[in-house]
């Protein structure tokens, strides 16, 4: 066998690591092994929009698939009683424990049974791993006893006198909560292998940063963003206009904990602003969504906040939307077109009442110029935005972990939309100068988000950060995909029809076979496996409207995570789940609090879809992981082989 210099180098890298016949043939053995193991299960939610406690309870039970353990270890031999018992304890170990302490008479026969269940669970979901993957998912204090109590052992002839003597030792040392613990959150690591989130993490619900906090945690994520994930990254890179955005909607929904408390940003400047600027301006038509109970004074600053950021936002928009002409947002410039004596605004050669123009920082004469008190109230939140140590910790996560789009185990993923014309074609845009659309146009676009956060240059910084707001709302935004964002129209026009939002022609192509295979080979995919999986728009199943479309080929998983949805969709979302045995849609049913769960072992209602199945078990070998250790293995057979023939010498 020839070899060249590349060759030669990149073998004698890799004799580093294994410098003699025997350990380049003990990998190859092992990493064979690997790829005969049934393929990981992955996990996929889109549209959290701050849900933490149904995100975080979706997450502990993976849609289902703990409980589905549970059936299957256990079958008829434990009550539903007894399984919802073992499901909840797996879920919220600590929570459960305290009450089991306080009502059990009998606690130690209760830690042996409940430990030799989890042993049990344990070993089921260990199954699907090599024991070095297992090992080292393993927590450190008990590594070498789960791996004991998890482990065939030939050698012993009478194995459950060994485990249950084991288990005693536990129970007798006082260390059978935390052990009963680390089982717990053990079983819940090894039921989901990887963990897809297809965008907006953010706003509507009161915890984004808990669920930010969450992920950060987990084992192994990755993450599509969406437009409300883009909007709070342009935010913390000190995008004016982003910034407004942000808070305008958290100030709408009632989620201001989330900005002051969550990232510790202070809002006390724009409290200050709003009380003097709007001190005896009417706020009526700014509605927050704060419940009844709160003071009518907290109530009224509320609604004098919104309208400030609102205002702002408008402001900011139009400086944006006329430094920018390509982004051809002209329609969007609104403030100008207001009629300030007769109370009405003409858009599109058509005049409307409004509700509300009160506005005492708009100079009709120059409306998008900021008034020196909105200059320095900008200044000052730019300041905090940048300098919230948790707010960037999370978004350099969302660009480490992110990305428009990804292409995993035959599937395209993406939160919102490839932008089309009306004839199925891809929709361009000209950015620089250059036309971009496809594929294409996502790369181009995600350059550019990733030079508004890290860019040195300050032009590039700016640039890069303007195009990332008009990922938020512009028309070709693959993660909008609407003509328009009518923010000002539902706020200030009655007439309803201004209100509409004209969606991407994608929409009327997802049922399309030609379409959907079409935007599937632009992203290198072919085959019957290969699916897209989206997020963005609610599937409104109380109308009767379909997650699975093109025969499957399509799946959309926002079902209403956010409770600002339920109301349309009839549910609380969609989720995925993708093993070795085929896909499966789970519908869920509202979420009522994490202590309802805990005190009434109640879980989350589902109905399950199975979308596709497979007549043999996907292994390792048919994933995107088993194509990587297919090479590893040839580039190990070609040091084999140099070792025998010489070329290399074992060390």
């Given at each position: 066998m020839k070899y060249d210099e590349k060759d030669l180098a990149l073998l004698k890298l890799l004799s580093r690591e294994f410098p003699t016949i025997a350990s380049a043939s003990t990998e190859i053995i092992n990493l064979q092994s690997i790829m005969n193991l049934p393929k990981g299960t992955e996990h996929f939610l889109t549209d959290i929009h701050g849900e933490y406690e149904q995100f975080n309870h979706v997450l502990k039970n993976g849609s289902g698939s703990v409980r589905r353990k549970i059936d299957e270890e256990f079958g008829n031999t434990l009550s539903k009683k007894d399984k919802k018992s073992l499901a909840t304890?797996?879920?919220?170990?600590?929570?459960?424990?305290?009450?089991?302490?306080?009502?059990?008479?009998?606690?130690?026969?209760?830690?042996?049974?409940?430990?030799?269940?989890?042993?049990?669970?344990?070993?089921?979901?260990a199954s699907k791993y090599t024991r070095s993957k297992v090992r080292k998912a393993l927590p450190s204090d008990f590594a070498y006893v789960i791996e004991e109590l998890i482990t065939e052992k030939e050698e012993v002839q009478d194995k459950e006198l060994y485990y249950t003597a084991i288990i005693e030792t536990i129970i007798e040392t006082g260390r059978a909560p935390d052990f009963i613990i680390a089982l717990s959150n053990l079983v819940q690591r090894l039921v989901i292998d990887h963990l897809h989130v297809l965008g907006d993490i953010f706003d509507r619900g009161p915890g984004p940063q808990v669920i930010m906090d969450t992920l950060m945690k987990y084992h192994s994520v990755d993450i599509q963003w969406g437009n409300h994930d883009v909007i709070w990254m342009s935010a913390a890179a000190g995008h004016w206009a982003s910034i407004a955005?942000?808070?305008?909607?958290s100030i709408r929904y009632a989620n201001l904990d989330a900005v002051e408390e969550g990232y510790g940003i202070n809002l006390v400047p724009l409290v200050s602003f709003a009380m003097n600027a709007y001190q005896d301006v009417d706020c009526s038509h700014f509605k927050v969504n704060i419940s009844k109970d709160h003071h009518p004074a907290e109530y009224e600053?509320?609604?004098?906040?919104?309208?400030?950021?609102?205002?702002?936002?408008?402001?900011?928009?139009?400086?944006?939307i006329l430094k920018h002409p390509e982004f051809k947002m002209e329609g969007r410039l609104l403030l100008d077109k207001i009629d300030f004596d007769n109370k009405t605004i003409t858009?599109?050669?058509?005049?409307?009442?409004?509700?509300?123009?009160?506005?005492?920082?708009?100079?009709?004469?120059?409306p998008y110029e900021l008034t020196e008190g909105e200059f320095l109230l900008m200044k000052r939140l730019d300041h905090a935005f940048r300098h919230s140590e948790k707010l960037q910790r999370h978004v350099r996560f969302l660009h480490v972990k992110g990305s428009l789009y990804k292409v995993y185990n035959s599937n395209l993923l993406y939160h919102g939309c490839v932008p089309m014309n009306e004839d199925?074609?891809?929709?361009?845009?000209?950015?620089?100068?250059?036309?971009y659309c496809g594929k294409d146009l996502y790369d181009t676009l995600e350059t550019y988000v990733r030079?508004?956060?890290?860019?040195?240059?300050?032009?590039?910084?700016?640039?890069?950060?303007?195009?990332?707001w008009y990922l938020w709302t512009g028309p070709d935004s693959?993660?909008?995909?609407?003509?328009?964002?009518?923010?000002?129209?539902?706020?200030?026009?009655?007439?309803e029809e201004t209100h509409k939002e004209k969606k991407n022609p994608y929409y009327g192509f997802r049922d399309d076979k030609k379409?959907?295979?079409?935007?599937?080979?632009?992203?290198?995919?072919?085959?019957?496996?290969?699916?897209?999986?989206?997020?963005?728009?609610?599937?409104e199943r109380k109308r009767g409207q379909s997650p699975i479309m093109c025969d499957g080929k399509l799946l959309i998983i926002d079902g209403g995570f956010s409770k600002a949805y339920q109301s349309k969709t009839g549910i609380a979302g969609y989720t995925l789940v993708s093993n070795s045995r085929g896909l499966r849609l789970v519908a869920h049913e509202p979420f009522e609090s994490t202590w309802e769960a805990i005190l009434n072992e109640t879980d989350i209602a589902e109905d399950d879809m199975v979308v596709e199945q497979h007549l043999n078990r996907l292994r390792v070998a048919d994933t995107d992981t088993g194509r990587e250790i297919r090479s590893q293995i040839d580039q190990l057979m070609k040091l084999l082989k140099a070792y025998e023939e010489g070329v290399l010498v074992e060390k």
């Open positions: 304890l797996i879920y919220y170990p600590n929570e459960k424990l305290d009450i089991v302490r306080q009502e059990e008479e009998n606690i130690e026969d209760w830690y042996k049974i409940t430990l030799h269940r989890l042993v049990q669970m344990t070993k089921r979901v955005t942000v808070l305008r909607m600053l509320s609604t004098r906040m919104h309208k400030a950021m609102f205002i702002l936002q408008q402001k900011l928009e139009g400086q944006l858009m599109e050669g058509k005049t409307y009442p409004l509700k509300d123009c009160d506005f005492p920082t708009v100079n009709p004469e120059r199925g074609s891809f929709r361009s845009m000209i950015i620089d100068s250059e036309e030079r508004g956060y890290f860019s040195k240059d300050a032009h590039e910084r700016v640039k890069g950060q303007d195009y990332t693959p993660v909008f995909g609407k003509d328009k964002m009518a923010t000002f129209e539902r706020y200030l026009i009655e007439d379409i959907v295979e079409k935007i599937l080979a632009e992203f290198g995919l072919t085959g019957d496996e290969s699916h897209i999986i989206n997020g963005h728009v609610p599937v």
